[in-house]
């Protein structure tokens, strides 16, 4: 098991210190850092519990100046330590650190009071940790344990890692949903290896040779090789420190915030639809087309705060928004977040994202996205995935476990159910399986059914709409598309005619007249069959639309742009050729002859039999391409 710990608390209250009394490693890599003795930076260190847990620390800076990489560091952490100097006690920055940690809601807290050495007694470190239990009540982490240490002295370490080794068992294992995301806190360049980064992977497994790409810039690179401690994986799991080593990528072209993943998994986008809850002692209440500074994951983006109703969020009040964000950001649903006020810099509040990818830009007082987000906000896992399935195209398993922040089996399992109380429709096919919201499903059919319908008012004579046609009017790409109208022909309510679709119950047949006028031109036909109409008088008979059923229903065959045969012709012409051309090759005069036609009919007649593999030319004979089948009887 490999859990992450992230620290936390205000300025010289003794962080690092802790991290290198219990992991051996001290934290703080910049020399500044050292020379300074305050973290600036993020800093890491490792540790193996007595469980056998492996622990990855994160340490983060505690003074004001730095808290945007504080936030770099404790988003993705399974657990934290709060540290409070006893000879200081609660400070502002522990304050403001803790309230971003029950933002967060990080999982587990454990608040450590350290440099119990500097202080007299038993009674003090009893009241500082008091008033820790003060500051911890109206949070999230309320009943969480508090332990003192002296690093210097080694006293309370040992409960420390007993204490902490029995909260990370309360953690839920990290899901994997096999689409893994790197968020980008460090990027460096390692002479020998190239380009280095590292950060806490989410979501799924990443693997040495996966080909991934770098976001929101696009670039594409490989995972050459991975490491989680300095220890050389071949597989990295969800919820485990990671240093990824890339090829083909830069070091200049990464920046901390970016998001390695793999190909076609996530995009990067410039709305989030989120749940915002602000600070009850947040310096400013949140308004409608306030600037903020958004933190998430290891990104830092500024944004502004839109509101469908009202003019703002009050101190303590929460309410659904839309983030429209300075440049795009790699997100999913369930994700945390900070908002800060950028000058003079104060965190405002924070909360969740429950759309990573709206499908738009929301007007004030929208209803709809209203109603969408109050969805998001409150429903269930199965709320969510009914919502996803109605937004346009079907959705895969993947794409709803992902935005119901489920494994792919519990959604499985949820989809079954939702099928069968009616919820959403399953489209089969011969590929993957989709989910479709059934009134969304309903109202698509029924558009589709009213085109065809329309379509067969128009042409009443044509076996149907060319596919194409009625997909380019709806905008779903051909494997969408082919799903869909797969599914309903299974239910039989349009009919596949190859390239074209029709309502079941549509059948062309000219009218009174329209059969009159082909009575009368099939007579020329069959008076002189040889030597038939051309496809202009034929058009001129007919008008376009009733030729083009004559060629659709089998009536009459063109084949050339002005040669047009009757069908039951053409086939009696190509039996008496095959039989001629069985006794052994024949001139365009010889079958002109035996059809007692001109060479005006007789060549675009042939020259379809060779586009068709039936005959071949020679000079100017004809052979058959394959033996007849008297030939072969013979």
Known sequence: MIRVVGTAGHVDHGKSALVQALTGIHPDRLKEEQERQMTIDLGFAWMDLPDGTTVGWVDVPGHRDFIENMLAGVTGIDAAVLVVAADEGVMPQTREHLAILDLLEVGRLLTVVTKVDLVEGDDWIQLVEGEVRQVLAPTRFADSPVVAVSCIRGTGLE???????????????????????????????????????????????????????????????????????????????????????????EVGDVERGDVVCRPGTYTAGSLLDVQLRVLADAATDVRHQQEVKLHIGAAERMAIVRLLEGEGLKRGQTGAAQLVLERPVVASRGDRFIVRRPTPGATLGGGVVLDASPSRRYRRHDAAAARRLQTLQGGTSSDVIVEEAGRGAPSTLKDLARAAGLEESAAGRALEDLVAEGRLVEIGGSGPKTWLERNHFEALTSDWLADLKDYHAAYPLRGGMPREELRSRRGLDPGEFGSLIAELARRGLIHEAGARLALPEHAPAP??????????????????????????????????????????????????EDVVFREVDYQEFVARITRLLGQGPATVSQIRDLLGSSRKYVLPLLEQLDRQGLTVREGDERRLARPSKSDVAS
Do not use: W, Y
């Not at 001129?540 to 009536?555: K, N, Q, R, S, V």
């Open 511 to 560: 009218g009174a007249g329209e059969r009159q006028r082909l009575d009368q031109l099939l007579s020329r036909f069959a008076a002189q069959p040889a030597s038939p109409p051309s496809v202009q008088e034929c058009k001129e008979d007919l008008g376009a639309e009733l030729f083009a059923f004559t060629m659709e229903a089998g009536i009459l065959t063109q084949v050339s």
């Open 159 to 249: 409960q420390l890692t007993t204490t902490l080794t029995a909260l990370l068992k309360e953690v839920p294992p990290r899901l994997d949903h096999g689409r893994p995301r790197l968020p980008i806190d460090r990027a460096f360049t390692m002479q020998g290896f190239g380009t280095v980064v590292t950060g806490t992977l989410a979501d799924g497994r990443l693997a040495a040779g996966d080909s991934v790409v770098v976001l929101p810039h696009g670039d594409s690179a490989r995972v050459r090789g991975l490491q989680t401690h300095r220890k050389k994986v071949e597989t990295a799991l969800p919820g485990s420190r990671v240093a990824a080593n890339l090829v083909g990528v």
